[in-house]
């Protein structure tokens, strides 16, 4: 059973440009949360995704969105980038349904701005 | 709001040593706790949780009680190895929320 997949593994941006992530949830997960993770510190919570909508948004600019296709997949979009958006961007899956939420995560994109 | 306060590292000790990473909590009611390891190069995994006070997450040899009267979840270990080494989150998910508070994370490093 595979887990959380995310790509591109690593990429790298330029100041202004746009870049695009994906993850696939783990077989059987309904619910996608994407996280952003800058260096030192623990995961700051970007937005969920369920039913192919957005559920809940935590505090990041509209610069960032995203999208949950019909197989529970997940795009996170960021425009205009910013040196800040230096990250590393983790994707976990849930099941909705479940009594505890808990959370698998998958390995991450490692995003580079210059 | 909820956060989650975690001991600065990075936590260094040898091999077989007895390891403590503290972590206290501020929410309202009564949230469910979690220990995440992140290796280097990986995403989070999940390490143990307790879900009521008193409750004794355990999992590979990683031990954290959750303490309701000193709102806090420290995780311990009698005898550490080489391969501990890797960044542990402390987290708490508040009743009726799908959104985990994470601390900043604590670096381990086993020496041998």
């Known amino acids: 059973d595979a887990g959380v997949t995310q790509s591109p593994t690593h990429l790298i941006k330029t100041r202004g440009q746009q870049v695009t992530l994906r993850c696939s949830p783990k077989s059987g997960h309904d619910t996608v949360s994407w996280y952003q993770q800058a260096l030192g510190q623990g995961p700051q919570f970007i937005f969920q995704y369920y039913e192919e909508e957005e559920r809940q948004r935590g505090n990041f600019p509209d610069r960032f969105s995203g999208h949950q296709f019909p197989n529970y997949s997940s795009e996170l979009n960021v425009n205009a980038l910013l040196l800040g958006d230096s990250a590393l961007y983790l994707c976990?899956?849930?099941?909705?349904?479940?009594?505890?939420?808990?959370?698998?995560f998958g390995p991450g994109t490692r995003l580079t701005v210059l | 709001g909820d956060s989650v306060t975690q001991m600065e590292g990075p936590v260094t000790l040898s091999e077989e040593a007895f390891l403590t990473i503290n972590c206290t909590y501020t929410a309202t009611g009564y949230p469910s706790l979690f220990w995440y390891v992140q290796y280097p190069g990986e995403g989070l995994q999940l390490l143990l949780k307790?879900?009521?006070?008193?409750d004794k997450g355990s999992n590979k040899g990683f031990e954290a009680t959750y303490r309701k009267e000193t709102t806090s979840f420290h995780l311990e270990k009698g005898s550490v190895q080489v391969s501990d080494s890797a960044v542990y989150f402390c987290?708490?998910?508040?009743?009726?929320?799908?959104?985990?508070?994470f601390g900043r994370g604590t670096s381990l490093i086993v020496h041998p």
């Open positions: 307790a879900t009521k006070a008193d």
């Open positions: 976990a899956s849930s099941l909705s349904a479940s009594g505890y939420n808990e959370q698998f």
């Open positions: 987290a708490l998910l508040s009743g009726g929320s799908y959104i985990p508070t």
